[in-house]
């Protein structure tokens, strides 16, 4: 396929994900289950296929964690208790194969900036545990779990700008903190009464942040010349 084929492609991809982004996002506000049905399937497979003719790697650990991460959106619709385990399993093991990637495509050492990276988000999520121990009820396990991802790939991320500040650091780093908020969204929620507009606002961090992994991933990939490596890791 000529290059340029695919960058019309790429473009159309973009395009349509940001397009059923937005309707979906407007779906969740109104709580309209009918255009949530429709829209929220959509997402991850127009990533995914943004993510296919964009890069010439097309790692299949990476698009096999987004179809994870469909499936687990497929449960959360249901919004019954038992699904919504189901789908934070499926999330759970989406969150295992990014921080793998991530951690293998960086190939980098970073012990102290993680361990302080990690603080911030140790004492933000060990202060909602304790505000939702009983509202959650057996469900704070799921949530604490998560959370050592959330923590472990939010400190991460931080230590590794703070060591190598560059533009594909900073949008790992920007990523990671969205997600970490869509997980916030969903404790503020026991505490509110803007179901709607909570559940628009998570769906907002989400797509944004997919969206952002999804282009560090290319960039990371992408073949580097000597000079391109060097400009990388100086940029601001």
Not at 109 to 121: A, D
Request: aromatic fraction near 20%; proline fraction near 2%; charged fraction near 15%.
């Amino acid at each position: 396929m000529k290059s340029s084929d695919r960058k019309s492609i790429v473009t159309i991809f973009f395009i349509l994900y940001f397009t059923i982004s937005i309707v979906e996002i407007t779906a969740e506000y109104f709580n309209d289950k009918n255009f949530i049905w429709v829209f929220k399937p959509l997402l991850m497979p127009l990533l995914i296929g943004y993510y296919y003719y964009l890069s010439n790697v097309q790692n299949s650990k990476f698009i096999l964690a987004l179809a994870l991460s469909w499936s687990a959106n497929m449960f959360f619709i249901l919004e019954d208790i038992n699904y919504i385990v189901i789908g934070s399993v499926f999330f759970l093991l989406y969150r295992m194969i990014v921080i793998y990637l991530i951690v293998d495509l960086e190939k980098k050492t970073i012990k102290l900036p993680l361990l302080i990276g990690s603080i911030p988000f140790f004492f933000i999520y060990a202060t909602t545990a304790f505000m939702t121990f009983e509202e959650l009820g057996s469900n704070i396990y799921i949530f604490l779990t998560h959370g050592v991802f959330i923590i472990f790939l939010g400190g991460y991320s931080l230590g590794n700008y703070i060591i190598y500040c560059n533009k594909i650091n900073l949008i790992l780093f920007i990523s990671s903190m969205l997600f970490a908020f869509s997980q916030f969204v969903f404790v503020v929620k026991l505490y509110s009464d803007y179901d709607n507009e909570l559940h628009a606002c998570a769906m907002l961090f989400f797509v944004i942040a997919q969206f952002l992994l999804t282009r560090y991933i290319y960039l990371k990939e992408k073949p580097k010349h000597k000079y391109e490596f060097v400009n990388s890791n100086n940029e601001l």
